[in-house]
């Protein structure tokens, strides 16, 4: 008997949604620990300083703001474990945006120490999964760092996230608007998920409940956040985003959408674009090349223009369009170590220019077509 590579379902060992949580980050990770290397974004540390240390102190538990550097690079991660070693603690936390949060997984994983994470924007959906995404100190992609397990718990707080940038928040429903269209091409391909298994009908199911949970609720989670209030639109809107695209992306698996991504990191025009906002333009060049029914192009560009995302490579910060680099990106977007391959029909480095080429000029037809 041939022995075939089993199906998974992976996901935190805890997922928390509600207000109010990062003065209650001791009742987390006094579970775990009693001494906590915090690693925060520089724009919390202040705040992490003044909530959650002083919560951990009263507590009886012992805990420490350090800044992260911006960059998930291996420098970064060696630097933060070795305070985590001189510190002795026993817990990492971390509380920020995506990198920041990568950066803490690897940490925790190097260090083998428990993790908790706090986003503080909704922009990818990064905390969820046992994955971490390595950048080189050029902010080019590097490689996925894949884990042995998923955070022990992950803590969404919507009056912070309601707070955050909407342009951050609009670059969350991106990264999860794909979910599901690559879970799908994974499934039918019956390719490999993150967790480097075959992809599950429950990965595919919770894919598809978080494209629903987006669709249904982007008008009122975008007002909700333009006018930085937490509303049960956005509640759901979260849970979409970090939970359900983040369990789902990685029980399902990523297919052209992130490998498209991950090419248009060379383009240094690029580098100030969120992961989402690259996404989506990876999600139109999958769609193209899958020729998918008008009927869902047109209500994923529909949730694009919702949520205020680009959808022409001139948004993106695109100047001028020079075929070679974007031939550049099309090959590494096919490379063998990333997901295009799970795509259920092979693909060349010309067909996924080509697709870039076309999803381009449907975006400005859409655009030209919905102004005002």
């Known amino acids: 008997m041939v022995e075939k590579t089993p199906r998974t379902v992976s996901a935190p060992k805890k997922f928390i949604i509600g207000t109010g949580l990062l003065a209650q980050l001791h009742d987390f990770v ?7 290397l915090i690693i925060s974004d520089e724009f919390f540390v202040e705040r992490v300083q003044k909530e ?5 102190e009263k507590a009886g538990l012992k805990g420490k703001a350090e800044k992260f550097n911006r960059e998930c690079t291996d420098a970064e991660i060696k630097r933060l474990g070795e305070l985590a070693k001189k510190q002795g603690a026993n817990v990492i936390v971390g509380i920020g945006g995506g990198k920041t949060l990568d950066t803490s997984k690897a940490v925790a994983h190097y260090y083998k120490l428990p993790l908790i994470l706090y986003p503080t924007i909704a922009s990818t959906d990064a905390p969820c999964i046992a994955l971490a995404v390595i950048y080189t100190e050029k902010g080019e992609f590097d490689r996925y760092l894949f884990l042995p397990q998923n955070p022990d718990v992950v803590v969404a707080d919507t009056s912070v996230i309601a707070g955050a940038p909407v342009r951050f928040f609009a670059a969350g429903i991106g990264d999860a608007l794909s979910t599901y269209f690559e879970a799908r091409a994974c499934y039918r391909s019956d390719g490999v998920n993150l967790s480097c298994k075959r992809p599950s009908r429950t990965g595919l199911g919770l894919a598809r409940m978080c494209y629903d949970l987006v669709c249904q609720n982007v008008e009122l989670a975008m007002d909700a956040v333009r006018n930085k209030v937490p509303t049960r639109a956005l509640e759901e809107m979260v849970e979409a985003t970090i939970y359900l695209s983040g369990t789902g992306a990685e029980t399902g698996g990523l297919a052209a959408a992130h490998a498209v991504h991950n090419g248009m990191t060379v383009i240094e025009e690029l580098h100030h674009a969120q992961h989402g906002e690259k996404v989506v333009f990876g999600l139109m060049t999958q769609l193209v090349l899958e020729n998918a029914p008008k009927e869902e192009i047109e209500e994923v560009l529909r949730v694009v223009r919702v949520a205020g995302l680009p959808m022409t490579l001139k948004e993106l910060g695109v100047k001028e369009f020079v075929e070679a680099d974007w031939r550049k990106v099309a090959e590494i977007a096919c490379d063998k170590n990333d997901t295009m391959g799970n795509l259920p029909f092979k693909v ?7 697709a870039m080429v076309a999803a381009n000029a449907l975006g400005e037809r859409y655009r030209a077509a919905h102004q005002g």
Do not use: M, Q, R, W
């Open 52 to 56: 959650s240390v002083a919560g951990l």
């Open 30 to 36: 006094k579970d775990f620990g009693d001494n906590a």
């Open 348 to 354: 060349t480095p010309d067909d996924v220019y080509h």
